[in-house]
């Protein structure tokens, strides 16, 4: 059974950390691309970072030097480590694979606090 399971969100003031995780069973981890969206209240989902098989990475330009993308094959878990957070980023924040995505997780909430 496919299945992406998020956590680590949570309320955190603006300049904070926080670090996402993302466990996903029922595919090969190892060889498949993965990547992190959000999306906030009255906004469409969009990409925030993606991390290929072989570890290459790329991120969208609003979160550029403060999220870094990471993952462990042998955990089967993708993460991502948010830097110097800003209340823009308040959203839901979810993991899929890349191409073709599967069924969205519930995602984890992710609240900056001004």
């Known amino acids: 059974q496919v299945q992406l399971v998020e956590s680590g969100g949570g309320l955190v003031q603006a300049g904070g950390s926080l670090r996402l995780s993302c466990s996903a069973s029922?595919?090969?981890?190892?060889?498949?691309?993965m990547a992190w969206y959000r999306q906030a209240p009255g906004k469409r989902r969009n990409l925030v970072a993606r991390?290929?098989?072989?570890?290459?990475?790329n991120y969208a330009d609003s979160v550029k030097g403060r999220f870094t993308i990471s993952r462990d094959n042998a955990k089967s878990t993708v993460y991502l480590q948010m830097n110097s957070l800003k209340p823009e980023d308040t959203a839901v924040y979810y993991c899929n694979r890349v191409f073709p995505p599967l069924s969205w997780g519930q995602g984890t909430q992710v609240t900056v606090s001004s």
């Open positions: 991390i290929t098989s072989l570890g290459s990475t």
């Open positions: 029922g595919i090969t981890f190892s060889i498949t691309d």
